[in-house]
């Protein structure tokens, strides 16, 4: 019995301070990214080739995505609130649900499976492949070649596609609710003019850069601590996008309470 509690006891220990040591790996990443940033030390092109590959490409997927989250919030809401003559407040809360919550955290989430896989992928696998370790020798810095221009990139583009997002999620709820519940377009738009504010959009806006920042340094980090050749890339990728989803749920929760109990 005795050992069987310091056994178990230990694991919690080492999984704690993998914990820790994993939050500590990310937080340095960040600030040497950060360094790199405030010397105005950035490759452009590279950036501009980042935003394409993990922003742009990434808008049809997100709008399809929202589109139909925005859609089920309507269908769950549209019906019972005109059985309740409560149909003039669709609208209105299908785009505070959106905005609020549902366009930023779904942006992430879905950014995060298809761009973030794609940054420990590609990043995994030059490390794997001692081409990190090359920049090093030559003194290129990993962290400002491969970190600092997909941050950007992230960072600039994460609230741009929470824009698609909104409006993707706004329209797909006007389409059910207008089909299915017979209301008028104009009582929707109406309803969205009368109860949404701007502290709900930017506040979404808001979340999506802290998510942007999760999702890069997670991918990132992830990538250039990959071991084991390509296995362990594969096992990284999975890593990078079951964390980032962690992460991006709790801070959604974080956030929602900081920002809207104000």
């Known amino acids: 019995m005795k050992d069987l509690l310091i056994k178990f006891f230990g694991g919690v220990g080492d999984k704690t301070l993998a914990v820790f040591e994993y ?5 340095i990443l960040l600030f040497n990214a950060v360094m790199w940033i405030f010397r105005l030390d950035i490759r452009l092109k590279l950036t501009i080739q980042q935003m394409a590959l993990l922003g742009v490409n990434s808008i049809f997927i997100v709008f399809v995505t929202t589109f139909f989250a925005g859609a089920v919030v309507s269908l769950q809401l549209a019906e019972l609130a005109v059985r309740y003559g409560l149909g003039k407040f669709v609208g209105g809360g299908v785009a505070i649900a959106m905005c609020r919550e549902l366009a930023p955290m779904l942006t992430a989430v879905v950014v995060a499976g298809r761009a973030g ?3 420990t992928a590609e990043i995994g696998s030059m490390k794997v492949t001692e081409q990190i370790d090359a920049l090093e ?16 990139a992230c960072v600039v583009l994460f609230p741009i596609l929470t824009l ?3 409006c993707a999620g706004v329209l797909g709820g006007g389409v059910v609710a207008n089909i299915l519940a017979g209301i008028d377009l104009s009582l929707y738009t109406d309803s969205i003019k009368n109860m949404l504010f701007m502290e709900d959009f930017l506040g979404g806006l808001y979340k999506s850069v802290f998510f942007a920042i999760e999702v890069v340094l997670i991918g990132c980090y992830q990538g250039m601590t990959t071991k084991g050749g390509a296995a362990g890339v594969g096992i990284a990728t999975t890593g990078s996008v079951v964390y980032s989803i962690i992460v991006v749920f709790i801070t959604n929760y974080l956030l929602s309470s900081i920002i809207f109990s104000l």
Request: aromatic letters at 8%; proline letters at 7%.
């Open 23 to 27: 939050i500590g790996g990310i937080v």
């Open 117 to 119: 896989s794609a940054i």
């Open 137 to 152: 020798v030559m003194a290129v810095s990993p962290v400002k070649y491969l970190v600092v221009p997909r941050l950007i």
């Open 164 to 166: 698609f997002a909104d």
